[in-house]
Structures are given as structure tokens and as C-alpha cells.
């Protein structure tokens, strides 16, 4: 079975501009959230999607955005980047099934993104 | 009160050894506990997780252990190899979501 797929895996922005990142949980999986993973503040989560609702967020300003759509496929926007939004985001799947007592989370490799 | 506190920051041990890495928290709502292991480039892979309901679960040369009225978790790594260099993460999470509070990361180096 595949794993979780990112793309790009590398990006480089200007102050000002906005981005859209790409993940595709693994076949099966409904829920993906979204990490930011820098050196100075570790893993944070941003948000969680399932069934193409918001589940959780973070607490990320609201130049962070995403969507889920029907097939699962996530994507998170940052809009008027900063240079402090230079990070690895992480997206992770789940199959988030009706039992509670799963939890595993498996992460994709990330996207790289760089402003300047 | 979402923190989880993660030590050491960095650890060097001989191959062979055993490498033992703690995690603290303080959220008692918290019932689920990962340990990700990170290569760099990669992104983190699940290693092994436990729940407040089992002081130790062991796969392999992995084991977590786990007291919960000192809210502190450890993993420990036994025979340590120099593949398993690498950053790990403790993290911690509530059943049926996907929030999880990582740790800061300790940077394991196993010299051959």
C-alpha cells in the first residue's frame, strides 16, 4: 500500500505571496492533519480534516487554511507569507475509524518551504 | 497545560548500548502515547505507542514505559545500533482525535 504523498516536496516563496501544499492519505485513510516542523518549535499541529470538515485546528493565524475533498486529498493554503513560515510541513493520515481507541497517525515525507 | 516535555535534547550512546529517552506531561485528559522516530528528510515514522492502561509495552528492542501518577513516559532502546540514529519524538493525544502535542525531539547518535 502506498504511503502518504506530498507535493511539492520543495518551494520557495517570497514575503507576500501565498502557497497551496498537497497531501494524499494512504488508500482508505479519511482523516489528515497537517504539522508544522520547525527547529525552534518542534511539531505543531495546524488542523485536522475528516469527511471534508474541519475537526481540529490549531492555534495557527487565519492565513492557514485547508480543504478536504471527497477522495480524501488535503490541501493547506498560507496566504502573505512571513519569513517565519519557513518550515517542513508534515501532513499525516489516519482511517480515524469508529473506534476510539485508534489513533495511529502515519506522516508523509513533507514539503520543504522557504521564503524569502 | 498542553506541554509535553521532552529530555535529553541530544544523547550519544555506544553501540550496544541502551538509550533511554523521557518524556513528561501534565494534561491528565491525554490517553494516548506515540513515540516517532524521524531520519533526516523523512518524515516521522510511528514507532510504538502505548496507553495509560499498561505500565510497559515492548516490541522488539523497543519498550515504553509508563507511569501514570507521575504522568512521565520513557522509551527505552535496547541493544542500540548505529542505524538507529536518528531524531525521536514523544508525543501525547486524546482517543478519537488526531491533535497530538509532540515533544521537542532528542537526537540519538549510536557510535559503532
Given at each position: 500500500k502506498a504511503g502518504v504523498t506530498q507535493t511539492p516536496r520543495y518551494l520557495i516563496k517570497t514575503r507576500g505571496q501565498q502557497v497551496t501544499l498537497s497531501c494524499s492519505p494512504i488508500s482508505g485513510h479519511r482523516s489528515v492533519s497537517w504539522y508544522q516542523q520547525t527547529p525552534g518549535q518542534g511539531l505543531q499541529f495546524l488542523f485536522e480534516y475528516f469527511s471534508e470538515t474541519q475537526r481540529n485546528k490549531g492555534?495557527?493565524?487565519?492565513r492557514f487554511s485547508g480543504r478536504q475533498f471527497s477522495n480524501s486529498r488535503s490541501e493547506m493554503n498560507v496566504s502573505?507569507?512571513?519569513?517565519?513560515?519557513?518550515a517542513l510541513y508534515l501532513c499525516a493520515s489516519s482511517p480515524?475509524?469508529?473506534?476510539?481507541?485508534y489513533n495511529e497517525q502515519f506522516f508523509g515525507p513533507g514539503t520543504r518551504l522557504t521564503v524569502l | 497545560q498542553q506541554q509535553v516535555k521532552q529530555s535529553p535534547q541530544s544523547l550519544i550512546v555506544q553501540k550496544g548500548g541502551i538509550s533511554i529517552i523521557n518524556c513528561a506531561y501534565e494534561?491528565?485528559?491525554?490517553d494516548y502515547f506515540p513515540w516517532y522516530q524521524q531520519f533526516p528528510g523523512k518524515g516521522p515514522a510511528l514507532l510504538i505507542a502505548i496507553r495509560p492502561d499498561v505500565s510497559e509495552k515492548k516490541e522488539g528492542r523497543f519498550t515504553i514505559s509508563f507511569n501514570k501518577s507521575a504522568k512521565q513516559f520513557s522509551l527505552h532502546i535496547m541493544d542500540?545500533?548505529?542505524?538507529?540514529s536518528a531524531t525521536y519524538f514523544c508525543a501525547a493525544g486524546i482517543s478519537g482525535t488526531y491533535k497530538y502535542i509532540f515533544g521537542t525531539g532528542t537526537r540519538l547518535k549510536v557510535l559503532a
Open positions: 492555534n495557527f493565524p487565519g502573505t507569507l512571513e519569513l517565519g513560515d519557513s480515524r475509524l469508529a473506534d476510539r481507541s | 494534561n491528565t485528559a491525554f542500540s545500533q548505529p542505524g538507529d
